[in-house]
T-cell receptor, first 116, second 114 residues
């Protein structure tokens, strides 16, 4: 089974702190994604990466950055946490190099971040 | 910008009722389409997917969806819902061009009353 593992299930941070959310996948997937999930807004794409050291902005990149130094690991960074970044953060991965261009994404269990 | 619209935000049904959840997307090129489900307290799971071929796709737990290209729609259906179908349902689209971004709709919360 594909596994996408997020380093923390719950985090509480103070306003202004630098926050790192880590995600690791074990299926050699090229694509990795970071979303935030808020009630009534669904999943909104923050950043995604289609290869090591490659990244693209999603729909809501402001206040976030990412790092992908290794294929299996994709980190989301909140440079200076603010209360409006309190949310559930979801990591996902997918591959393009499978039969029939199967782009199904697999998700981690999520990190619920509270910024106080 | 590409968008995915789910028009029903909250749906309440009684057991055995039929379900149809709407999903429309705005991109005109080749797409892959998905429905994901999130049961209370659990992570997102794939319900079904469409890549090509037969536009009527069948997924797990008796769900199916029909891709209508002319309407840019991918509606989810189930003939008879169960209490255990209570969950949040998300439609998602990938553009099969250079971007490969996976974009989600805002979700539909389904409550099935026993």
């Amino acid at each position: 089974d594909v596994k996408v593992t997020q380093s923390s299930r719950y985090l509480v941070k103070r306003t202004g702190e630098k926050v790192f959310l880590e995600c690791v996948q074990d299926m050699d997937h090229e694509n990795m994604f970071w979303y935030r999930q808020d009630p009534g807004l669904g999943l909104r794409l923050i950043y995604f990466s289609y290869d090591v050291k490659m990244k693209e902005k999603g729909d809501i990149p402001e206040g976030y950055s990412v790092s992908r130094e290794k294929k299996e690991r994709f980190s989301l960074i909140l440079e200076s946490a603010s209360t409006n970044q309190t949310s559930m953060y979801l990591c996902a991965s997918s591959s393009l190099r499978t039969a029939f261009r199967n782009t199904e994404a697999f998700f981690g269990q999520g990190t619920r971040l509270t910024v106080v | 910008a590409q968008s995915v619209s789910q028009h029903n935000h909250h749906v309440i049904l009684s057991e055995a009722a039929s379900l149809e959840l709407g999903c429309n997307y705005s991109y005109g090129g080749t797409v892959n389409l998905f429905w994901y489900v999130q049961y209370p307290g659990q992570h997102l799971q794939l319900l079904l997917k469409y890549f090509s071929g037969d536009p009527l796709v069948k997924g797990i737990k008796g769900f199916e969806a029909e891709f209508i290209k002319s309407k840019f729609s991918f509606n989810l259906r189930k003939p008879s819902v169960q209490w255990s179908d209570t969950a949040e349902y998300f439609c998602a689209v990938i553009r099969m061009d250079s971007s490969y971004k996976l974009i989600f709709g805002s979700g539909t919360r389904l409550l099935v009353r026993p």
